[in-house]
């Protein structure tokens, strides 16, 4: 950040005062600007015994396989997002039961927020995926799945599964975690 947003002067990274990190302030209107974390909501939708996935059509990780996720938008809660997002990316309607996994990644300043949700009706790729379809267990594309917050909810829910219940899995992924998932490349 080169500007206040609010009065368009230059802004200095610096700790305000009686802050503990440092923030971008504006020494012309005295704004500081907070940069927070942003949600990646969405869900996991089930049929019968087979999860709905969806291959990516853009960056990052285009032609990999993930869940219906993306950014959560200003105005809605973090269900309406999640809903939005698999209608969007998967052109899909889910009856979303509850939070199933959230993730941090503090290293790229993301939380994950991934619902369980039942898949109703029909489903096609929307403009963000490539194509969608439904897998079992045995047909997951391990090797092409675009995150590790993604592997990491399919791993809880077949281990879930087996047990019939499905808790809330709070986790991290670090950045080591993520090297070792994408390689040094």
Known sequence: MNFCSHCGHTVRFAIPEGDDRPRYLCDACGTIHYQNPRIVAGTLPVRGSKILLCRRAIAPRKGFWTLPAGFMENAETTVQAAARETREEACAE???????????????????????ADLEGGFDA???SLEVALFEEEEIP?????????ERTLHHFYADRRGEAFP???????????????GSA
Do not use: K
């Open 94 to 116: 889910v009856a979303i039961h509850g939070l199933y996994t959230l993730i941090n990644l503090p290293h790229i300043n993301q939380v994950y927020m991934i619902f369980l």
């Open 126 to 128: 929307g403009p963000e």
């Open 142 to 150: 391990w090797d092409e799945l675009a995150f590790p917050t993604i």
């Open 168 to 182: 809330l899995h709070i986790s991290d992924i670090t950045a080591e975690d993520r090297e070792r998932y994408f």
